[in-house]
């Protein structure tokens, strides 16, 4: 069984820079493609970043290109977000997932799922 466990969100003003993590278990971690999405109150989740799964390959959404640096460290078994200018538009619920490929976890389908950590972004 997969566990993620995500940590690292928090209150910040706008303009500042939060690092989030998410630590895996269960699963042979170097075999799965890594990502982060989120979900804003009254808003669909939406993908944010991916990150192949020995990490030559990276996908931002538009709307964190040039400010959101995905990483991994396949022997530490964890994956970070590095955020940098926060906007109020990026307060949501930060969630953590994997999948077999980066075209499979784009469609945001997996079955595992960390349980999320709050980004507050406040102007």
């Known amino acids: 069984q997969v566990q993620l466990v995500e940590s690292g969100g928090g209150l910040v003003q706008a303009g500042g820079s939060l690092r989030l993590a998410c630590a895996a278990s269960?699963?042979?971690?170097?075999?799965?493609?890594m990502g982060w999405f989120r979900q804003a109150p009254g808003k669909e989740r939406e993908i944010v970043a991916a990150?192949?799964?020995?990490?030559?390959?990276?996908y931002y959404a538009d709307s964190v290109k040039g400010r959101f640096t995905i990483s991994r460290d396949n022997a530490k078994n964890t994956m970070y977000l590095h955020m940098n200018s926060l906007k109020p538009e990026d307060t949501a619920v930060y969630y953590c997932t994997l999948d077999r490929t980066m075209s499979d976890l784009r469609t945001g389908v997996s079955n595992y799922w960390g349980q999320g950590t709050q980004v507050t972004v406040s102007s």
């Open positions: 269960g699963r042979a971690f170097s075999n799965y493609a």
């Open positions: 990150i192949t799964m020995i990490g030559g390959f990276t």
